[in-house]
């Protein structure tokens, strides 16, 4: 038996069937114009007039570092605005001309709060380009000044300084940084105050209190947290990990679909990670919430709390019967037989993982009606699909009773076994080849395991892998003609070994 870390076909991260928000988002819609641009009408032809000359730009930057009020105001949206446009913004060139220098210190005062979110928005834009424009934006000090903005008294401030750094630690390079230089204190600490005033919230459960900050805010932090947990190799203190994984407990009962959507794709990240993350998540009481989005109409949350749940069943004996005993094989059931073969592979994945359990949890999935349903799924030809629809009958078959592998029989496994033979992928032949072989090799079972094997063209499929390029297969196939079939002969007769 096997417990396997993905679907074969894909990597755990980013996810296979969807992806959650992009790693790096621009500013230009989260969080709303000020009111202040009444001031700034002028400015309104730099988005269709500009070139984006040096000269021109240099002008802006110039203007950004005035001693004059109206004017570093003016200058600063001027770039913001030029840098919020969707098709290639100019970031290259604001950072050519040295706009970091001037612009940092808007995001430090606190005097003039619509200048410090200009600044501020305007950064989050520089951090959204490429990894060389975040890079630059991180050599310029700009990661300790944002959370010192996150921490501040204003929340749309706040809320952009998150969003800024959001896009920071979504380059998987800047992302232990930016946890070490104390964004998870402050950044948790928005979601109940809307601001995020104190230090010592890493201490704290994020059950004990209900979130009070604004929706555009809980969704900006519920994103960064997801690109925080995105990619392995985390380095994290214990507390502020604990924390963070009660906080998503908390999101996962959000009232926002965005906030909902961005905690389950960070709490499979966190189950994917290892099992130490697998462990905290279950013992967070997180898995029912998982569960309960797992029979969500909306096909968006199914695909993250599939994912999620999937990645708990990698790990423990312990951990798989918490998934279970939360009532996830209904949802499983239902969504194997879903149209979009996409979450048929990804539960068929699922179901491997736990029939490389325990006989207690392979009887689960025997008892809630998996077996005829995986054989079906597996005539599909679906060669993904029939992959992983595979691996669960040849690990129930590796790791089951007698009464169990029988069960697999009885649905018509030998014979979807068989058919996978004819397949052009070495591992999923492999994997076939030897439940088939273990099956036949079990007296009680191995009458109708021929039967169902030869009315599948078992003989002439078996045959055909003797000129298989890979020995092993090649050697397996012949062993079984040799033992099971009259030597030499396509669509031979059935025989007996010998003392059966």
């Known amino acids: 038996m096997l417990r396997r870390t993905t679907a074969a076909s894909f990597a755990v991260v980013p996810m296979s069937l969807s992806s959650s928000a992009s790693s790096k988002r621009s500013g ?8 202040k641009s009444r001031h700034l009408d002028d400015v309104k032809s730099d988005l269709e007039d500009a070139d984006f000359t040096h000269e021109f730009v240099e002008e802006i930057v110039r203007g950004i570092g005035s001693n004059s009020r109206k004017r570093r105001l003016k200058n600063t949206v001027r770039a913001r605005r030029l840098l919020s446009v969707e098709a290639n913004p100019p970031i290259q060139e604001f950072l050519k001309a040295g706009i970091l220098r001037p612009l940092i210190p808007h995001v430090q005062q606190r005097q003039d709060s619509t200048l410090q979110l200009e600044a501020t928005w305007a950064l989050t834009n520089l951090a959204s380009g490429t990894l060389n424009h975040t890079a630059a934006v991180v050599d310029g000090g700009a990661v300790a000044v944002l959370v010192e903005a996150l921490s501040g ?14 896009n920071i630690v979504g380059e998987q390079q800047f992302r232990n940084l930016v946890v070490s230089m104390g964004v998870v204190a402050p950044l948790l600490a928005a979601l109940h105050s809307g601001r995020a005033f104190t230090s010592s919230y890493a201490s704290t459960s994020s059950s004990s209190s209900s979130i009070a900050a604004p929706v555009s805010l809980v969704r900006v932090v519920t994103w960064v947290l997801a690109n925080i947990f995105r990619h392995k190799g985390l380095v994290m203190k214990q507390q502020e990990r604990q924390s963070c994984i009660n906080a998503l407990k908390t999101l996962l009962g959000h009232t926002d679909s965005a906030v909902i959507l961005d ?3 960070a709490t499979g990240y966190i189950a994917a990670g290892d099992d130490e993350g697998q462990q905290e998540v279950v013992a967070a009481g997180i898995v029912p919430d998982l569960v309960r989005h797992l029979g969500a109409k909306e096909r968006q949350k199914i695909i993250p709390a599939l994912k999620a749940t999937a990645n708990l069943l990698m790990g423990s004996d312990d951990q798989t019967d918490a998934v279970v005993a939360a009532g996830v094989l209904p949802l499983y059931r239902r969504l194997l037989v ?3 073969h996409n979450l048929r592979k990804e539960v068929s994945w699922a179901l491997s993982n736990i029939t490389a359990g325990n006989k207690n949890q392979i009887q689960k999935v025997i008892d809630e009606g998996f077996l005829p349903h995986l054989v079906e799924v597996i005539g599909q030809n679906h060669l993904d699909v029939q992959r992983e629809a595979v691996w669960v009958l040849t690990n129930l078959v590796n790791g089951g009773s007698l009464s169990q592998v029988e069960a697999v029989v009885r649905a018509g496994g030998a014979a979807a076994l068989t058919s996978v033979l004819a397949v052009s992928e070495t591992g999923t032949v492999g994997v076939a080849i030897n439940a088939l072989e273990n099956i036949l090799k079990t007296p009680e079972l191995r009458k109708e395991a021929l039967r169902q094997v030869r009315v599948a063209q078992g003989v002439q499929r078996l045959e055909a892998l003797q000129g298989y ?7 397996r196939a012949t062993g079984i003609l040799d033992t099971y079939f009259q030597e030499g ?10 003392g059966t």
């Open 469 to 475: 390029v890979d020995n092993t297969i090649k050697e």
């Open 489 to 498: 002969h396509t669509g031979a007769s059935l025989s007996e070994p010998d």
């Open 28 to 35: 230009g819609s989260l969080v709303m114009d000020t009111g």
């Open 153 to 166: 008294g204003d929340e749309r401030v706040a809320e952009q300084a998150a969003w800024a750094l959001g």
């Open 263 to 265: 905690a389950l794709w």
């Open 338 to 340: 879903s149209p979009h």
